[in-house]
């Protein structure tokens, strides 16, 4: 036997000192207390288990100490002692939450059986608050990883999609976007060269204008040349023959200079086109420089007017376009060679490291130098045939981009983070929540079951008095018939035969009381069920072998058996649900009348398994239906049944964690089935 510690409170001395040595004979560890104070200290200085505790004590009564237990010593069951004139308080107690009472002077052997039933209970609530935390440990971690895979896991996909096509978007937009600025940019400087060749082509048309003008008159050229744009170094005439004979600007030398064998003078002659934009070459000047000239026909002669640009300017130019767009432009000519380029990126008519394909108009292409990513924007000019090149690294092409995306990133990261930690605490406040519940329904319920218990005696006064009372009649009208036989006045035959008759009708309504009062008893006692593993199918089976089949088959009724063979077992009291199922079945039998069947089948659900007891009786009305459960209502006949046996049966299933339903038909029979979940929390 485990051992128990116990703490006996009682004022009389001599009680004290025999249960205690009585107690410890049994294996007890036994501790006494003479006062309510000091049974108080004896809890705090000892690890006491089960109390007994009288209810009449000096100064603090029992109740009062018992109060004091429950509120600093919730673990600890206390038994009530009492005597007859003081069962009122002790069922006060009870119902204050001791565990049982018991009426002194009391069996040693009861005291012992009620020390471990106490016992018990007590650590069958550890054992089953051991094994909810236990469960709802579980639960919360598979409920929460659930949680956060139901809900991150499509938020981890669409962060991993996101990423992707903002990658892919960030690339093909950042593409379109140099692609975009490369034709924007080259046709501000196709723009820019159609205003240039406009500029001088005015020239032709000023109101002054002479085939042989005077020096006077090309520095106004000039002049208003340079007042569009200063980048015009300076101004000259040719005539049919390519000879400059006039001249306006920095050179003077190069007045009357021939240029009949320059190429650029050549191709302006032969082609369709009236003007001609060259490349940047030396020339005579052995400085780098690019001229527009324009053709003019006057009296079926060609003339040329034409201008030197400085490409320092026209850098300067192309740097102001491209100002804020964080792109390094250039232009170079077909051969490769940079024609306008910034100082640090090459120098004039230098070969260049990249030259976009002729027969593609415009396009963006990626290379790859020391080790970085570079996008290329490329786009022909119609003015002239140059490429405008305009370079930007990944790096600094999407820097916003990628900002926003690590800011996005960050900030998407600390919501999942949010969520994912929400998510979490939620649920584990809602299983601590669900975990505190249980506890509570399971504490309330023992707690409840037993005061239902005890609160039903007074509404089970009028039901005992009357059932008590018939055959308290039965025995006093029998005496008082036994007596007038034996009085030779009423001349009543005093045989023994007809007196035993007598005596035998007293016998039997005293046995009657006597069954009455035993399941009274079991009904209004509180008895904590001792579980054990139990498989129904065996119980079942085991009510039915023997003398219970044999007398339903001399009554020609046929027991039909169906029963699942995969039943697991779950955790009941043994002899408890044994008496409910033989109740059922005994009202199965009681109920049929003359050749009938009882189908006793059991079934698994998900959670729980079910027990059906049915037969092919006389049923039931709706009105027993609403009452059959009610103490003292039965639909046997007068003396056949107590209507104990469904209330006892109703509390025992309640107990165990099951229910009862119930259906039935008048003239069609009667079915009961019982409940019980598999796994209890």
Same mark, same amino acid.
């Given at each position: 036997?485990?051992?128990?510690?116990?703490?006996?409170?009682?004022?009389?001395?001599?009680?004290?000192?025999?249960?205690?040595?009585?107690?410890?004979?049994?294996?007890?560890?036994?501790?006494?207390?003479?006062?309510?104070?000091?049974?108080?200290?004896?809890?705090?200085?000892?690890?006491?288990?089960?109390?007994?505790?009288?209810?009449?004590?000096?100064?603090?009564?029992?109740?009062?100490?018992?109060?004091?237990?429950?509120?600093?010593?919730?673990?600890?069951?206390?038994?009530?002692?009492?005597?007859?004139?003081?069962?009122?308080?002790?069922?006060?107690?009870?119902?204050?939450?001791?565990?049982?009472?018991?009426?002194?002077?009391?069996?040693?052997?009861?005291?012992?059986?009620?020390?471990?039933?106490?016992?018990?209970?007590?650590?069958?609530?550890?054992?089953?608050?051991?094994?909810?935390?236990?469960?709802?440990?579980?639960?919360?971690?598979?409920?929460?990883?659930?949680?956060?895979?139901?809900?991150?896991?499509?938020?981890?996909?669409?962060?991993?999609?996101? %990423?992707?096509?903002?990658?892919?978007?960030?690339?093909?937009?950042?593409?379109?976007?140099?692609?975009?600025?490369?034709?924007?940019?080259?046709?501000?400087?196709?723009?820019?060269?159609? #205003?240039?060749?406009?500029?001088?082509?005015?020239?032709?048309?000023?109101?002054?204008?002479?085939?042989?003008?005077?020096?006077?008159?090309?520095?106004?050229?000039?002049?208003?040349?340079?007042?569009?744009?200063?980048?015009?170094?300076?101004?000259?005439?040719?005539?049919?023959?390519?000879?400059?004979?006039?001249?306006?600007?920095?050179?003077?030398?190069?007045?009357?200079?021939?240029?009949?064998?320059?190429?650029?003078?050549?191709?302006?002659?032969?082609?369709?086109?009236?003007?001609?934009?060259?490349?940047?070459?030396?020339?005579?000047?052995?400085?780098?420089?690019?001229?527009?000239?324009?053709?003019?026909?006057?009296?079926?002669?060609?003339?040329?007017?034409?201008?030197?640009?400085?490409?320092?300017?026209?850098?300067?130019?192309?740097?102001?376009?491209?100002?804020?767009?964080?792109?390094?432009?250039?232009?170079?000519?077909?051969?490769?060679?940079? %024609?306008?380029?910034?100082?640090?990126?090459?120098?004039?008519?230098?070969?260049?490291?990249?030259? +976009?394909?002729?027969?593609?108009?415009?396009?963006?292409?990626?290379?790859?130098?020391?080790?970085?990513?570079?996008?290329?924007?490329?786009?022909?000019?119609?003015?002239?045939?140059?490429?405008?090149?305009?370079?930007?690294?990944?790096?600094?092409?999407?820097?916003?981009?990628?900002?926003?995306?690590?800011?996005?990133?960050?900030?998407?990261?600390?919501?999942?983070?949010?969520?994912?930690?929400?998510?979490?605490?939620?649920?584990?406040?809602?299983?601590?929540?669900?975990?505190?519940?249980?506890?509570?329904?399971?504490?309330?319920?023992?707690?409840?079951?037993?005061?239902?218990?005890?609160?039903?005696?007074?509404?089970?006064?009028?039901?005992?008095?009357?059932?008590?009372?018939?055959?308290?009649?039965?025995?006093?009208?029998?005496?008082?018939?036994?007596?007038?036989?034996?009085?030779?006045?009423?001349?009543?035959?005093?045989?023994?035969?007809?007196?035993?008759?007598?005596?035998?009708?007293?016998?039997?309504?005293?046995?009657?009381?006597?069954?009455?009062?035993?399941?009274?008893?079991?009904?209004?006692?509180?008895?904590?069920?001792?579980?054990? +593993?139990?498989?129904?199918?065996?119980?079942?089976?085991?009510?039915?072998?023997?003398?219970?089949?044999?007398?339903?088959?001399?009554?020609?009724?046929?027991?039909?058996?169906?029963?699942?063979?995969?039943?697991? #077992?779950?955790?009941?009291?043994?002899?408890?649900?044994?008496?409910?199922?033989?109740?059922?079945?005994?009202?199965?039998?009681?109920?049929?009348?003359?050749?009938?069947?009882?189908?006793?089948?059991?079934?698994?659900?998900?959670?729980?398994?079910?027990?059906?007891?049915?037969?092919?009786?006389?049923?039931?009305?709706?009105?027993?239906?609403?009452?059959?459960?009610? +103490?003292?209502?039965?639909?046997?006949?007068?003396?056949?049944?107590?209507?104990?046996?469904?209330?006892?049966?109703?509390?025992?299933?309640?107990?165990?964690?099951?229910?009862?339903?119930? %259906?039935?038909?008048?003239?069609?029979?009667?079915?009961?089935?019982?409940?019980?979940?598999?796994?209890?929390?």
């Amino acid at each position: 036997m485990i051992n128990i510690n116990v703490l006996l409170v009682d004022d009389e001395e001599r009680f004290l000192l025999t249960t205690q040595k009585l107690l410890e004979k049994k294996g007890y560890t036994v501790q006494t207390a003479s006062s309510g104070v000091e049974a108080l200290g004896k809890l705090k200085e000892h690890n006491i288990q089960v109390v007994l505790l009288d209810v009449r004590m000096p100064g603090m009564d029992g109740i009062a100490i018992l109060k004091k237990i429950k509120r600093d010593f919730p673990l600890i069951e206390v038994i009530m002692l009492t005597g007859h004139g003081t069962v009122e308080s002790a069922v006060e107690g009870v119902k204050l939450g001791a565990a049982n009472y018991l009426i002194k002077p009391a069996d040693i052997d009861d005291i012992s059986e009620k020390i471990q039933e106490a016992f018990e209970k007590r650590q069958t609530i550890r054992e089953q608050t051991h094994d909810r935390k236990a469960y709802f440990k579980k639960l919360k971690v598979r409920l929460g990883v659930g949680l956060l895979a139901a809900f991150m896991l499509p938020y981890a996909a669409f962060f991993g999609y996101f %990423q992707f096509q903002f990658s892919k978007t960030l690339k093909d937009t950042g593409r379109l976007n140099l692609e975009a600025l490369s034709n924007s940019q080259k046709n501000t400087i196709d723009l820019f060269l159609q #205003e240039r060749v406009a500029n001088i082509f005015t020239l032709f048309h000023s109101a002054d204008f002479s085939l042989n003008p005077s020096q006077n008159k090309m520095q106004t050229y000039l002049h208003d040349l340079r007042q569009v744009d200063d980048a015009f170094i300076d101004v000259g005439f040719l005539n049919t023959q390519g000879i400059q004979t006039g001249y306006a600007g920095s050179f003077p030398y190069l007045k009357d200079k021939n240029y009949s064998d320059e190429s650029w003078f050549k191709i302006l002659l032969n082609q369709k086109r009236h003007y001609y934009i060259s490349n940047i070459y030396l020339g005579f000047r052995e400085k780098p420089h690019f001229t527009i000239a324009v053709r003019q026909i006057i009296d079926g002669n060609p003339y040329i007017m034409r201008s030197t640009l400085d490409p320092d300017k026209f850098y300067m130019f192309l740097r102001s376009i491209s100002r804020g767009k964080e792109v390094e432009s250039a232009l170079i000519n077909k051969e490769g060679l940079f %024609q306008i380029v910034d100082p640090d990126r090459g120098e004039l008519l230098g070969k260049s490291d990249y030259i +976009p394909p002729e027969n593609i108009e415009s396009g963006v292409t990626e290379i790859n130098k020391n080790g970085d990513s570079i996008l290329i924007g490329y786009a022909w000019l119609k003015e002239t045939p140059w490429a405008l090149v305009v370079r930007q690294p990944l790096k600094i092409a999407h820097a916003g981009m990628y900002e926003s995306r690590r800011m996005m990133s960050i900030i998407l990261v600390i919501i999942f983070l949010g969520i994912a930690a929400g998510i979490w605490v939620a649920n584990s406040r809602l299983i601590t929540h669900a975990q505190g519940a249980a506890e509570k329904s399971d504490e309330l319920r023992h707690q409840l079951f037993h005061a239902s218990k005890l609160a039903s005696v007074g509404e089970l006064a009028t039901g005992v008095a009357h059932e008590i009372n018939n055959p308290l009649a039965i025995i006093v009208a029998t005496s008082g018939v036994i007596r007038d036989m034996l009085n030779p006045e009423f001349n009543l035959n005093p045989s023994p035969e007809e007196i035993v008759k007598e005596i035998d009708t007293i016998d039997s309504a005293a046995f009657r009381a006597r069954t009455i009062t035993k399941q009274l008893l079991a009904f209004g006692r509180k008895n904590e069920p001792k579980l054990i +593993p139990c498989n129904v199918n065996h119980i079942l089976d085991d009510i039915m072998s023997g003398l219970k089949e044999r007398e339903f088959k001399v009554a020609d009724i046929e027991i039909i058996r169906e029963y699942d063979p995969g039943l697991p #077992e779950i955790m009941l009291d043994h002899d408890q649900i044994r008496q409910v199922f033989f109740n059922l079945i005994n009202n199965a039998g009681d109920a049929i009348c003359g050749p009938g069947k009882i189908t006793i089948t059991t079934i698994r659900s998900d959670e729980d398994i079910h027990i059906t007891i049915k037969d092919t009786g006389k049923g039931m009305s709706p009105r027993q239906l609403g009452e059959i459960f009610n +103490p003292f209502f039965t639909t046997k006949e007068v003396g056949k049944g107590t209507g104990l046996g469904l209330s006892v049966s109703l509390n025992i299933v309640e107990s165990l964690g099951g229910t009862i339903d119930v %259906q039935s038909l008048e003239g069609a029979g009667s079915s009961f089935t019982v409940s019980f979940p598999i796994r209890r929390l």
